[in-house]
Antibody, heavy 117, light 107 residues
């Protein structure tokens, strides 16, 4: 069974750094793209970027280029999303997703990030 | 980037009604379109891929059609569990883009 298990909810202050994770199992981690999706409170779904763990090829949506870093560790089948300096506007639910030709086949359960002073 | 525009933003309907949601792409995407259902506090769920293919386990009252730039999702006879938000997503090229969502509410 394919599973994507995300790290738990986070409460941070503006300016702090953060790295959230997505532990993948039940399939070959290195042969499928993994993506991250943001959902701000009461809003729609936004693609942030994707990574191919096999060779770490990473692509960012224009709105998120330079704002976050997506990475993956093949040795532990885990993808990451990180911020170097959080803003209040980063408050959102973040989902990781396994892609098959840009189609989301599986979703993580979501990680709620709250940024507040 | 390919922009996806859904209409209507929200719709009210009753159990048993037939509902259609439309999604338009800013440029042709052939049949590279998916539909997802999202319930509050939950991750989205894949309903339809390749514009008209029903994902395994999804009830047959859901159907999709279209190609090029115009697509539709139809629910033939609404059930109580169908009241959710629906998103289209183009799977043609990166950056991947979603429509803004259609909220289906009980009348």
């Amino acid at each position: 069974e394919v599973q994507l298990v995300q790290s738990g909810a986070e409460v941070k202050k503006p300016g702090e750094s953060l790295k959230i994770s997505c532990k993948c199992s039940g399939y070959s981690f290195t042969t499928y793209w993994i993506g991250w999706v943001r959902q701000m409170p009461g809003k729609g779904l936004e693609w942030m970027g994707i990574i191919y763990p096999g060779d770490s090829d990473t692509r960012y949506s224009p709105s998120f280029q330079g704002q976050v870093t997506i990475s993956a560790d093949k040795s532990i089948s885990t993808a990451y999303l990180q911020w170097s300096s959080l803003k209040a506007s980063d408050t959102a639910m973040y989902y990781c997703a396994r892609l098959d030709q840009l189609l989301v086949m599986n979703w993580g359960q979501g990680t709620l990030v709250t940024v507040s002073s | 980037d390919i922009q996806m525009t859904q209409s209507p933003p929200s719709v009210s309907a009753s159990v048993g009604d037939r509902v259609t949601i439309t999604c338009r792409a800013s440029q042709g995407i052939s049949s590279w379109l998916a539909w997802y259902q999202q319930k509050p506090g939950k991750a989205p769920k894949l309903l339809i891929y390749a514009a008209s293919s029903l994902q395994s386990g999804v009830p047959s009252r859901f159907s999709g059609s279209g190609s090029g730039t115009e697509f539709t999702l139809t629910i033939s006879s609404l059930q109580p569990e169908d009241f959710s938000t629906y998103y289209c997503q183009q799977t043609n090229t990166f950056p991947i883009t979603f429509g803004q969502g259609t909220r289906l509410e009980i009348k």
